[in-house]
């Protein structure tokens, strides 16, 4: 396989790998939970940009798989950003090293 | 005479009683008469179907026992065990001591215990007993003879303890169930040996097979039959298991005549006469069975010489007369031990109700002036005599018989068994020392029976002035079956009269069916001529020199009533405190067992081990884990990632692999 029959396929998996690596860097170190929100859309569109990459190779069966991961983020931040809402308004911060209730 | 077929209406009477009585007994309202009525009754007619059924055997004697199989009790395998009851001569005899004797025993308790809060609990227990000792001596093969075993024990316990709320008295029916309970392992053990080596536990099957599938002598016979002896022992308090028949004395009295005398403590000669022919085929424990009989016999005479509660005089005598029985079945002389086991409980069971009279008497003599003394110490007697007449004569009767003067029935049962013993000398040397035992024992027992005549009813009474006259002899409820007793002591030798006074040894050949399997391989001749004569004077003259002696030696000291007597010293003591053998039991094996139980067994094992490592240990081993799981849940969501993050890498690299 080489650069001729998938024209910038290794210039997009090496973003998409930078861009995850991001994302996850963030989600570990980030506290703010909105800021580890964004990180997470990051990390998946990522990932999308690894399906549309790859497609030019295994057909429109990846390009397909990324209208099901933007639906299924779209419904992760509307529900994802409710609870947020939801604890702001219960502890009056945004903070996650405050929200430790499940300590065992 | 009614067929055999009808035999199980002798226990089944008996049993209906028990549930009647029972049942009366739960009620609060007492139900003096209609118990009075159902308790001896039901015995009566469990007699009356005996008697007819032994009619019946008697005109037409067979060689094959009656078996008549109720019921299949335990179809396991090539195991099959029947409920089944066997009528043959040995249990025709032993369903009219026990049946007859019983209602003697049962008309004697309307008397004595009428004024018992417990009367229909009583008869009850009574009942039951009967039922079960008729299951022993009826059993077709060893488990139900052994449900009758085991049950005659239960009664035991329950009579012993009849009076429960003294505790010595629960505590002496514990004793007897325990001690029992030693002996009945050595029965269990032995049914397992029969079924392994014979295959079968029918009596029947075990005479037919045994002389082929054992060598004679070999050491499986001699274990079975040793083991079978060690129930014996306990059923029948023979040394060393002995020791809870004295203390059964703690029941009320007519339950000592029938229980601890007549007929439950007779189960040992019995099953050894039932298994004849294994105790025949094993000389050495034949040896052993007489051996201990012998020694038990001499051990509980001398016992007896110093006992002061007329009971436990009683109780040693029975002892002592029971290792009598076991010289005799030990000697292979089968009949003559069921012979005395016969004779002993017409005259046991007369002595036993004769001090049940008299208890009573002193009982309701101390009951009438608010005394505290001892109703059963025969220091407290004396010259009864001229208060209970009827009494003093039976006893005296029973007394001639025990110490076995002609030609009461005692003589010629004790007789036949010291000449069987001395008849086996020849073979085995050892059986001149037996009967040597016995003889000595028979002249111990004239003397102290000679003393606990003249202590009770001769001399000058020391009851207490106040008392005396209060003091007057039984009803005829209670007199009445002493009379009847009183015969029986008298005639019971008619059964098996001896060649040299014209008999014909009727019992003898009477059983001769039953005991012809053992015969093939033991049997006696017993002496005749010069040498019967010579064996037969001398136990007449070591009898009645024991009496005259006992008389002389008892009247001859002035007796102190017991709350003055001094206390004991020297030999008397140690024969007062029997011993010592309950003290040394006591050091030896229940301190040690106790013990054991309460600092390795209970502190150690059971909350130590079971508890400690086992329950609480599991239980903290998984707090404990529990506790390190909750320690990974932070509630930091970043800790979670890492760790997710770190799961799913090791995924992946397993996959890229």
């Known amino acids: 396989m080489d650069g001729a029959l998938a024209p910038l396929l290794g210039p997009a998996l090496g ?88 300590r065992g | 005479m009614i067929a055999t077929q009808w035999i199980w209406l002798a226990v089944a009477l008996p049993l209906a009683g ?41 005109q037409a004697p067979p060689h094959e026992p009656h078996i008549v199989r109720l019921w299949s009790w335990m179809p396991v395998g090539s195991l099959q065990i029947d409920l089944a009851f066997q009528v043959d001569q040995l249990s025709a ?75 010595a008295n629960a505590d002496a029916g514990k004793k007897a169930f325990i001690m029992n309970r030693i002996g009945d392992f050595g029965v269990l053990v032995a049914m397992f040996l029969l079924w392994r080596e014979l295959g079968t536990l029918e009596f029947a099957r075990i005479a037919d097979v045994a002389p082929e599938a054992l060598t004679a002598g070999g050491a499986v016979v001699t274990a079975v039959t040793l083991f079978l002896f060690l129930g014996c022992t306990g059923k029948s308090a023979q040394i060393p298991l002995y020791t809870w028949l004295p203390d059964a004395m703690a029941g009320p009295t007519p339950v000592s005549a029938l229980i601890h005398a007549a007929t439950m403590v007779t189960a040992g000669v019995y099953l050894v006469a039932r298994t004849n022919v294994l105790f025949a ?33 009683l109780a040693y005598s029975t002892v002592s007369q029971l290792g009598y029985m076991f010289v005799g079945v030990g000697s292979a002389a089968f009949t003559a031990g069921v012979f005395h ?100 024992a028979a002249f111990l027992t004239a003397f102290y029976m000679a003393r606990l005549m003249v202590m009770t009813f001769l001399g000058e009474n020391r009851t207490g002035t106040e008392e005396r006259r209060h003091l007057h002899e039984a009803p005829w409820i209670m007199t009445g079956p002493l009379v009847v007793l009183g015969l029986l002591s008298v005639i019971g030798g008619v059964i098996n009269l001896p060649t040299f006074v014209g008999g014909h040894h009727w019992l003898e050949s009477w059983l001769e ?80 067992l106790v013990w054991l139980s309460r600092v390795v067994l209970w502190k150690g094992v059971d909350e130590g081990v079971v508890d400690g490592a086992a329950v609480n240990g599991s239980a903290r081993l998984s707090r404990g884990l529990g506790w390190l799981g909750s320690r990974l849940q932070t509630g930091q969501v970043g800790v979670y990632v890492v760790l997710f993050l770190v799961g799913a890498l090791w995924v992946l690299r397993a996959v890229i692999r």
């Open chain 2, 281 to 313: 085929m094993a000389p050495l424990s034949s040896a052993v069975v007489a051996g201990v009989g012998a020694v038990t016999a001499l051990f509980a005479a001398t016992i007896a010489l110093r006992q002061y509660d007329i009971k436990k005089v």
């Open chain 2, 18 to 58: 028990f549930l009647v009585n029972g049942a009366l007994a739960l009620r609060r309202t007492p139900a003096t008469r209609a118990v009075s009525i159902i308790g001896p009754g039901v015995l009566l007619g469990a007699f009356a179907v005996s008697l007819g059924v032994t009619l019946g055997l008697l």
């Open chain 2, 93 to 167: 005899v032993m369903l009219l001591v026990v049946t007859g004797v019983g209602s003697l025993i049962h008309l004697f308790s309307v008397g004595y215990m009428r004024e018992d809060p417990g009367y229909a609990r009583y008869f009850a227990y009574l009942n039951l007993f009967v039922v079960f000792m008729l299951v022993l001596v009826l059993g077709s093969n060893l488990p139900v003879l052994f449900i009758g075993w085991e049950g005659v024990g239960l009664c035991s316990y329950l009579l012993i303890g009849f009076w429960f709320t003294e505790k």
């Open chain 1, 15 to 102: 973003l998409s790998a930078i861009l995850f690596s991001l994302g996850v860097a963030g989600v570990l170190l980030r506290r703010n939970v909105i800021v580890l929100f964004v990180c997470i859309e990051l990390m998946l569109n990522a990932v999308n940009l690894t399906f549309v990459a790859l497609a030019q190779l295994h057909g429109a069966s990846g390009q397909v798989m990324v209208f099901f991961v933007m639906t299924v983020a779209a419904a992760e931040a509307a529900v994802g950003l409710a609870i947020i809402l939801a604890i702001f308004r219960h502890k009056q911060s945004v903070d996650l090293q405050n929200i430790n209730l499940l």
């Open chain 2, 513 to 592: 069916p039953v005991t012809a399997a053992g015969a093939a391989f033991a049997a006696v001749e017993l002496p005749h001529g010069r040498t019967e004569l010579f064996l037969v004077g001398g136990a007449v003259l070591v009898g009645a020199v024991g009496l005259i002696l006992g008389y002389r030696a008892t009247r001859a000291r002035r007796i102190p009533p017991a709350r003055e007597a001094p206390a004991d010293t020297g030999l008397a003591l140690v024969l007062n405190r029997k011993y010592y053998v309950d003290e040394i039991y006591d050091a030896v094996v229940v301190r040690p």
């Open chain 2, 341 to 440: 086991l016969v004779t002993h409980a017409f005259f046991k069971a007369l002595l036993f109700l004769g001090s049940g009279s008299v208890i009573h008497a002193m009982h309701h003599a101390y009951h009438a002036t608010h005394s505290h003394e001892d109703a059963q110490d025969m220091r407290n007697m004396g010259g009864l005599r001229h208060h209970l007449p009827v009494t003093f004569w039976l006893m005296a009767i029973a007394t001639l018989a025990i110490a076995g003067i002609p030609p009461l029935s005692g003589f010629f049962s004790k007789d036949e068994i010291l000449a069987s013993a001395f008849a086996r000398g020849a073979e085995m040397p050892a059986y001149y020392v037996f009967y040597a035992f016995g003889v000595i």
